[in-house]
């Protein structure tokens, strides 16, 4: 029998409207004082921890932790609405975004009170900044397949092997590593554990991937014998795959898997204002401007998912897998409206924007999960194998 995915409408209260109208205003507020100019792809792009520190004054980071752990006990549709302005805004949030997103979440549902109250008041204040440590050069998106070794060692572990693909890790505190702590199994997904990784620690190395263009956003981290102490390790040796799907399901459910291109988006619906009489691009955009309301809904049914308690990992796939391949349709799109080459920098915001989308968008339906393996999980979810 063919199982069903339902999305449930989440209507947004006025105290969430009046929420997002002051985290626009405020937003605007900055723009005009040169705080920071729009990007695509800012929550992987841009980088900045004083503007990360300013959001976390406000009480815009940690916002759904509780403030025993230094956060402020909102709800999943409050982050929600700051989360999708700060994407539409293109506000450089990488520094604090990966920490917010899943780390703090996995670390209160795992790990122990000590860790909680170590950890979590930092990525609260927007202070300490955290890199995923899953993909491996031979195991991206098939994470049974990590060979990262844990080890044993007087007082703790050892750590050996290499991550791939860390985003923002040259300028982060921690990693969240997935390693293999346990010999060959049957059962590939046994045997796995998650601990935390100071990228300061002595046998770190940290090396660039550079876009084409020379950025500097990913990383190869290589661990060589470096100590991990026992009170890092994440619950139990053993407990890490099913720690780390329930961190993939914060990590592919948020408006970022949506958004990463709006500021272009904003640009050719400001292009398409200045041509009235094209009816052809006004079709174009106005039809990505439907497919974005649809799919803004989606994810805010998930938000409210996450309020409810449930865990929305086959929702949560099927609408990373939507909203990445339209984030790639829009940086397609954006080349029928500007004319010309595509370069950087560009001389006019539509240029720019658009070039930054096309750097950026090979890799929309690859981080966090190719689109492959995303259909896998949601054909596993309708009982479809």
């Not at 985290?23 to 100019?37: I, K, S």
């Not at 601990?195 to 981290?221: K, M, S, Y």
Request: proline share 7%; glycine share 10%.
């Amino acid at each position: 029998m063919v199982a069903l995915i339902e999305l449930e409408p989440v209507a947004e209260p006025a105290s969430v409207r009046a929420l997002r109208e002051e985290v626009r205003a405020w937003l605007a507020a900055e723009r005009r004082q040169g705080t920071f100019e729009p990007t695509c792809d800012s929550w992987l792009a841009g980088f900045s921890p004083a503007f990360s520190r300013k959001l976390a004054a406000r009480g815009w980071v940690g916002m759904m932790l509780p403030p025993e752990y230094g956060g402020h006990g909102r709800s999943g549709l409050e982050r929600f609405a700051v989360t999708a302005e700060l994407l539409a805004a293109g506000a450089p949030v990488a520094a604090h975004w990966v920490a917010d997103r899943q780390m703090a979440p996995m670390i209160l549902r795992y790990g122990t009170e000590a860790q909680k109250r170590r950890f979590l008041p930092p990525i609260a204040r927007g202070e300490e900044y955290w890199a995923i440590g899953m993909s491996e050069p031979g195991a991206g998106s098939d994470l049974a397949a990590v060979r990262t070794r844990l080890e044993p060692a007087d007082g703790g572990w050892r750590l050996t092997g290499q991550k791939l693909w860390s985003s923002g890790a040259h300028g982060c505190h921690y990693m969240m590593v997935l390693c293999r702590s346990g010999p060959p199994e049957p059962d590939r997904h046994a045997g796995l554990t998650n601990v935390v990784v100071d990228l300061r620690a002595p046998g770190v190395t940290i090396r660039p991937i550079r876009l084409l263009n020379g950025e500097h956003h990913f990383n190869e981290v290589t661990f060589d014998g470096v100590f991990v102490p026992d009170d890092h390790v994440i619950g139990s040796p053993g407990d890490g795959w099913a720690q780390v799907t329930a961190e993939l399901a914060f990590e592919r459910s948020g408006p970022e898997r949506i958004l990463s291109t709006y500021p272009l988006l904003a640009e050719m619906v400001r292009a398409a204002a200045a041509r009235p009489d094209d009816d052809r691009l006004a079709t174009l955009v106005g039809g990505l401007a439907a497919d974005l309301w649809a799919l803004l809904r989606m994810s805010r049914a998930i938000a409210g998912m996450l309020d409810r308690g449930r865990d929305p990992e086959v929702e949560a796939a099927l609408v990373k897998d939507l909203g990445t391949r339209f984030e790639q349709r829009v940086a397609e799109a954006g080349r029928a409206v500007h004319p010309g080459p595509v370069r950087l920098p560009a001389a006019d915001p539509l240029g720019q924007r658009l070039a930054e989308a096309i750097l950026h968008a090979p890799g929309f339906t690859i981080r966090g999960g190719t689109n492959e393996i995303l259909r896998g999980i949601v054909a596993r979810g309708l009982g479809l194998r």
